[in-house]
């Protein structure tokens, strides 16, 4: 099946520093998603982004298809931004909406 | 928009006992619901697909007959985990896709159902 790495596995930041998180799949993909688990579990939907670049206030993120990889972009970081971030593929051809996660990058961001 | 509820969010059952987790989509029909599994530091595994009105698709290496997957209804999806023993202690997280071309197959996850077993 389709392999999906994370990295960095840990990032920690100072407020108001700059992180980007990368994602690499290793084939092509219908659906990938970019989530970030809070210390409660929650899974909360960043962006749907198989392709091209999208912007969501202090968050952005890129995603070049043709070289299977994706970037997160998170600008001057808040405490709140803590937590794990976790890239989700949908691969291409008869996969029925099934995501395949990777292993996540621990985001730590001290006041 | 694309809210799922969980229920419960946190069980503690005794080692032989069965429990029930609930999955509803509240303000849209979800034709596709998945289950995941969680366990400490690690990422989500999918267990199983499930169809509104059909059987439920299991991964490999998960026991239907030990998480047992009902989807009755477009907006409720349930997991009994039969039988738990504390190895089945974990994070239990559902999903909902609405399935249709316009939705893209975009998955919105409830808050997930922490299971402890004694």
């Known amino acids: 099946g389709i392999q999906v790495e994370q990295s960095p596995p840990d990032l920690i930041l100072q407020e108001g520093a700059n992180s980007t998180l990368r994602c690499n799949f290793s084939d092509s993909v219908n659906n990938l998603q970019w989530f970030h688990q809070n210390p409660w579990g929650q899974l909360i939907n960043l962006f749907y982004i198989p392709s091209g670049t999208k912007q969501n206030g202090r968050l952005s993120a890129t995603t070049v298809a043709t070289e299977r990889y994706s970037l997160l972009y998170i600008s001057s970081s808040q405490t709140t931004d803590s937590g794990v971030y976790f890239c989700a593929v949908e691969a291409g051809g008869t996969s029925y909406g099934k995501l395949t996660f990777g292993q996540g990058t621990i985001l730590t961001v001290h006041p | 928009g694309a809210v799922v509820s969980q229920h419960p969010s946190w069980v503690i059952c005794k080692s032989g006992t069965s429990v029930k987790i609930e999955c509803r989509s509240l303000?849209?029909?979800?034709?596709?619901m998945f289950w995941y599994r969680q366990f400490p530091k690690q990422s989500l595994m999918l267990m199983a697909t499930s169809n509104e009105g059909s059987k439920a698709t299991y991964e490999q290496g998960v026991e239907k007959d030990k998480f047992l997957i009902n989807h009755a209804s477009l907006t409720l999806s349930t997991l009994t985990v039969t039988s738990a023993h504390p190895e089945d202690s974990s994070f239990y997280i559902c999903?909902?896709?609405?399935?249709?071309?316009?939705?893209?197959?975009?998955?919105?996850f409830g808050a997930g159902t922490r299971l402890s077993v004694l």
């Open positions: 999903s909902a896709s609405r399935g249709d071309v316009s939705a893209k197959n975009i998955q919105y």
């Open positions: 303000d849209f029909q979800a034709t596709t």
